[in-house]
């Protein structure tokens, strides 16, 4: 997220910190914002835990009953790939695992289900499995998805593994359980990418969605932020301080090789990247006051897209590459509006309150989330393009930073719960809710990452 909207939502409950947007000369606001934003960063914060620690708050008015049967042999690998899998589907908020405990002898072959015990345990499916070694240290994981009422099996598939690659292999499998019972895909094999800071140090960590498996991509003693993910998801792009002042950076995740992207006079900040990985939109005050322009994934010159007098901010490629969503102050207060990717004439498109930004759009295009200031709290809206429907997911004080699962169906936020920084998530319907924190600290600034391909 810009700097510049996070700052004026949290400093509407500091009074010290009070900006009025677009009260300050551009260039004047948007070193005093680096400023705030330093002193903000610069707060004493305690270090994370080993992992994220997700806790479900809220749920679906119906969850799907679905058994999980221990895979036969499945204790010769790192996890227990049932577990996760369980751990997976009961975290969503979509499902009700039953407890497959006491039932014997536990099936690995549909012809193995005696389907009048699940159903006795209010089962709707279940699912079976093994794991077996194989040649070269490897295993092969094996699962189906069997109907229950039916007696017919809903899915089945064969998974040759290395033993670390556990993780990954029930997080796929729970999406296969997930597509097949709610008919979106699965985003369980995904990761995510926040902020943290340890000690004296920012570090920028990327985990599995799930809070596991995190590692540190970048650690300083300047501050971090506006983590974007590429499209293919083999890049990160972000703003670090470290030059004293923000640059733009993109850093390769398989290498750790990084190239200053946007080092400009003056800031440089809100990078998101196209659709199809070749161009970022990124906010320069090289002219003078906050605007967008595009450049390159590669670097090269920066091609301008808004001309204001205006601060222009927080730009958001559509899913199609056809339009950016971006934050402006054109019209006396912030507010969200839409352009042509190749820049052009702006439309607002929020006129529901004086205070909207941070807009993000959702995977299919049709909607967006953003961040409504009313009445000293920050909270995640979502509204509909086509109705221009607006929908409140979240009411927690200071909520910002949405960021939407790849299918769309959930959202991952920054929030403060009781005077410390934590992430959350919450439904595209408001009803699912998450608490994801760290056992101490402060953790800010997540980005949830694209689909992967392969392993």
Request: aromatic fraction near 8%.
């Amino acid at each position: 997220m810009n700097a510049v909207a996070r700052q004026q939502r949290r400093a509407a409950s500091n009074p010290i910190r009070t900006v009025a947007l677009g009260r300050l000369r551009p260039a004047a606001w948007a070193w005093r914002v680096c400023g705030l934003l330093l002193l903000l960063l610069g707060l004493a914060l305690q270090p994370a835990g080993a992992a994220l620690t997700i806790e479900i708050v809220g749920s679906g008015e119906r969850q799907i009953p679905v058994a999980i049967a221990p895979l036969a042999s499945e204790g010769t690998l790192p996890h227990n790939i049932s577990e996760i899998v369980a751990a997976d589907l009961t975290r969503s908020g979509l499902f009700r695992v039953i407890d497959a405990s006491g039932i014997t002898p536990i099936p690995v072959e549909p012809g193995d289900i005696r389907y009048s015990d699940w159903s006795a345990r209010g089962a709707e499916s279940i699912v079976i499995g093994a794991v077996a070694p194989v040649a070269g240290g490897r295993y092969e994981v094996r699962f189906r998805l069997m109907d229950v009422l039916k007696q017919a099996q809903l899915a089945g598939f064969s998974y040759t593994i290395s033993a670390t690659q556990t993780r990954n292999t029930a997080h796929r499998i729970a999406d296969v359980i997930y597509e097949k019972l709610i008919g979106v895909p699965g985003a369980f094999a995904t990761r995510i990418t926040y902020v943290v800071k340890r000690g004296s140090r920012y570090e920028l960590q990327i985990a599995d969605a799930d809070g596991f498996n995190e590692q540190t991509i970048l650690a300083s003693n300047e501050p971090i932020i506006s983590p974007a993910w590429s499209p293919d998801a083999s890049r990160i792009a972000y703003v670090s301080f470290e030059q004293k002042k923000p640059v733009v950076y993109v850093q390769t995740l398989a290498t750790s090789q990084r190239r200053a992207l946007a080092n400009f006079r003056g800031s440089n900040s809100s990078p998101a990247w196209s659709p199809d990985g070749r161009q970022l939109a990124v906010v320069l005050t090289r002219d003078g006051n906050s605007q967008i322009y595009s450049i390159g994934a590669d670097g090269g010159a920066p091609r301008r897209l808004t001309s204001s007098s205006a601060i222009d901010t927080e730009p958001n490629f559509s899913p199609d590459g056809r339009w950016i969503l971006f934050t402006s102050d054109r019209g006396g207060s912030p507010q969200i509006y839409r352009m042509p990717a190749s820049g052009g004439a702006a439309e607002r498109m929020t006129f529901n309150g004086t205070y909207n930004v941070s807009p993000r759009y959702s995977p299919d295009g049709k909607s967006f989330a953003f961040v409504q200031r009313e009445g000293g709290r920050f909270s995640i809206m979502l509204q509909e393009i086509g109705s221009g429907q607006v929908i409140p997911l979240t009411n927690g004080g200071i909520d910002e930073s949405p960021s939407f699962a790849p299918n769309g169906r959930m959202l991952l936020y920054a929030s403060i719960r009781g005077g410390r920084g934590i992430l959350a998530a919450v439904s595209n319907d408001g009803r699912i809710k998450q608490r994801v924190t760290a056992s101490s600290g402060d953790v800010r600034e997540p980005a949830w990452g694209p689909m992967q391909k392969g392993f």
